[in-house]
Nanobody, 114 residues
Framework: QVQLVESGGGSVQPGGSLRLSCAVPGTLFRLYTMGWYRQAPGKERELVAT???????NYVDSVKGRFTMSMDNAERSVYLQMNDLKPEDTANYYCSVHSTPMLWGQGTQVTVSS
């Protein structure tokens, strides 16, 4: 069974930073667009950022200028650098591979609170 393994979540104060990581199996890395999603309690899962196989990124408007998605070939990982975090960023964050069917990690919790 294919596994995506996220890490890097935690609790921070508003204005703080976190870096999420997602280890991707080598058989999938850079074959598909990858994404970071988040889901807050009582809300639908939301696409936060994507990165194509050529490294082109896109972001939801609410995180533009604060979040940066990247990938590392040597580590076969994708990352989400999150700066200037706000309470509304609190959610469980998931990485995904946009294959058919889509593949998901188990999620990592991010809590932004004073």
């Amino acid at each position: 069974q294919v596994q995506l393994v996220e890490s890097g979540g935690g609790s921070v104060q508003p204005g703080g930073s976190l870096r999420l990581s997602c280890a991707v199996p080598g058989t999938l890395f850079r074959l598909y667009t990858m994404g970071w999603y988040r889901q807050a309690p009582g809300k639908e899962r939301e696409l936060v950022a994507t990165i194509t196989t050529t490294g082109h990124t896109n972001y939801v408007d609410s995180v533009k200028g604060r979040f940066t998605m990247s990938m590392d070939n040597a580590e076969r990982s994708v990352y989400l650098q999150m700066n200037d975090l706000k309470p509304e960023d609190t959610a469980n964050y998931y990485c995904s591979v946009h294959s058919t069917p889509m593949l998901w990690g188990q999620g990592t919790q991010v809590t932004v609170s004073s």
